[in-house]
C-alpha cells in the first residue's frame, strides 16, 4: 500500500484553475522534492495533504484512507509561513506542542535546539525570522510521523544553516516514513533526494527517481528544472 495517493485531484479558486488533474503515488521510506516555479500550485497541494484545503475534485488517500481526524495524526507539517505564538517563549511552545501531540519527543526537539544554538527561554517575538524557522523546522521533525511535508523549509535560512538544516531532516525520520520537500532551492537539497515531481501550470509534467532522471536527460535535476521552467 503507498503511504499517500492522491487521485484526479483538482483544485478551483472561483475561476481560477490551480490543480488539474493530479495523481500521484507516494511510497514509504523516500525523501521526495516537490518543485516547480512559484504560483504552480505546491503549497496549495501539500495544504490539501494536510486537509487544510478541500479538493474540487478528486481523492486524498494516506495508509490507504480518506484525509481527516486520524491522517494528521499520522503527518506533519511545516507551513511556508510562521505560525508560532510570538508571545511564548521556545520553552512553553515545545510543551504546547508535548501536550498536544502524542508522538512529539521533547527530549530530541530540545537536543536538536541546542544543536542549532537556539535559546530555549527566548521569546519567539525576539528571534529573527531565520530563527524561527528553525524553531518550526525543529518542532515538525520531533514527531514521530509518517509523512513529513515540508513547505520552503530553508526560505529564510542562512546559506551556513542550511547543511546543517538538510542533516537534521534527513536524520530525524524514521526509515518507514517520508517527507515531501517543496522548495525553489535546488541545488541545496538535490543530494538529499530519492524523487522529484515537477508541476507546471498545476500539472505534474515529471514525477521519477533521481538517479533515472539524471541518466535519461543527461543533467542534473537543477539543470532539467531550469531548462524546464525557463523564462
Same mark, same amino acid.
Given at each position: 500500500?503507498?503511504?499517500?495517493?492522491?487521485?484526479?485531484?483538482?483544485?478551483?479558486?472561483?475561476?481560477? @484553475?490551480? /490543480? !488539474? &488533474?493530479?495523481? %500521484?503515488?507516494?511510497?514509504?521510506?523516500?525523501?521526495?522534492?516537490?518543485? =516547480?516555479?512559484?504560483?504552480?500550485?505546491?503549497?496549495?497541494?501539500?495544504?490539501?495533504?494536510?486537509?487544510?484545503?478541500?479538493?474540487?475534485?478528486?481523492?486524498?488517500?494516506?495508509?490507504?484512507?480518506?484525509?481527516?481526524?486520524?491522517?494528521?495524526?499520522?503527518?506533519?507539517?511545516?507551513?511556508?509561513?510562521?505560525?508560532?505564538?510570538?508571545?511564548?517563549?521556545?520553552?512553553?511552545?515545545?510543551?504546547?506542542?508535548?501536550?498536544?501531540?502524542?508522538?512529539?519527543?521533547?527530549?530530541?526537539?530540545? @537536543?536538536? /535546539? !541546542? &544543536?542549532?544554538? %537556539?535559546?530555549?527561554?527566548?521569546?519567539?517575538?525576539?528571534?529573527?525570522? =531565520?530563527?524561527?524557522?528553525?524553531?518550526?523546522?525543529?518542532?515538525?521533525?520531533?514527531?514521530?510521523?509518517?509523512?513529513?511535508?515540508?513547505?520552503?523549509?530553508?526560505?529564510?535560512?542562512?546559506?551556513?544553516?542550511?547543511?546543517?538544516?538538510?542533516?537534521?531532516?534527513?536524520?530525524?525520520?524514521?526509515?518507514?516514513?517520508?517527507?515531501?520537500?517543496?522548495?525553489?532551492?535546488?541545488?541545496?537539497?538535490?543530494?538529499?533526494?530519492?524523487?522529484?515531481?515537477?508541476?507546471?501550470?498545476?500539472?505534474?509534467?515529471?514525477?521519477?527517481?533521481?538517479?533515472?532522471?539524471?541518466?535519461?536527460?543527461?543533467?542534473?535535476?537543477?539543470?532539467?528544472?531550469?531548462?524546464?521552467?525557463?523564462?
Amino acid at each position: 500500500m503507498e503511504l499517500l495517493e492522491c487521485i484526479n485531484i483538482n483544485k478551483d479558486f472561483g475561476d481560477k @484553475k490551480i /490543480l !488539474k &488533474d493530479i495523481n %500521484l503515488k507516494i511510497p514509504r521510506g523516500k525523501i521526495i522534492g516537490l518543485l =516547480g516555479k512559484n504560483g504552480t500550485g505546491k503549497s496549495t497541494l501539500i495544504k490539501l495533504i494536510n486537509d487544510l484545503l478541500t479538493p474540487t475534485s478528486g481523492e486524498i488517500l494516506v495508509n490507504g484512507k480518506n484525509i481527516g481526524v486520524e491522517s494528521k495524526k499520522n503527518i506533519s507539517y511545516l507551513p511556508e509561513r510562521t505560525y508560532l505564538d510570538k508571545s511564548m517563549t521556545v520553552d512553553q511552545v515545545i510543551k504546547y506542542f508535548e501536550d498536544f501531540y502524542d508522538n512529539f519527543d521533547a527530549k530530541k526537539a530540545r @537536543k536538536l /535546539l !541546542k &544543536d542549532l544554538d %537556539l535559546d530555549e527561554d527566548q521569546k519567539i517575538s525576539a528571534m529573527s525570522k =531565520g530563527m524561527q524557522e528553525k524553531v518550526q523546522l525543529v518542532l515538525v521533525m520531533s514527531r514521530k510521523a509518517d509523512l513529513y511535508l515540508l513547505d520552503e523549509p530553508m526560505g529564510g535560512v542562512d546559506p551556513a544553516a542550511r547543511d546543517y538544516i538538510l542533516n537534521t531532516i534527513i536524520t530525524n525520520y524514521n526509515e518507514n516514513a517520508t517527507v515531501l520537500l517543496s522548495t525553489h532551492l535546488i541545488t541545496d537539497i538535490e543530494n538529499i533526494l530519492d524523487e522529484v515531481i515537477f508541476i507546471q501550470n498545476g500539472k505534474v509534467v515529471l514525477q521519477g527517481a533521481v538517479d533515472d532522471i539524471r541518466a535519461e536527460h543527461g543533467k542534473s535535476i537543477d539543470g532539467l528544472f531550469r531548462e524546464v521552467f525557463r523564462c
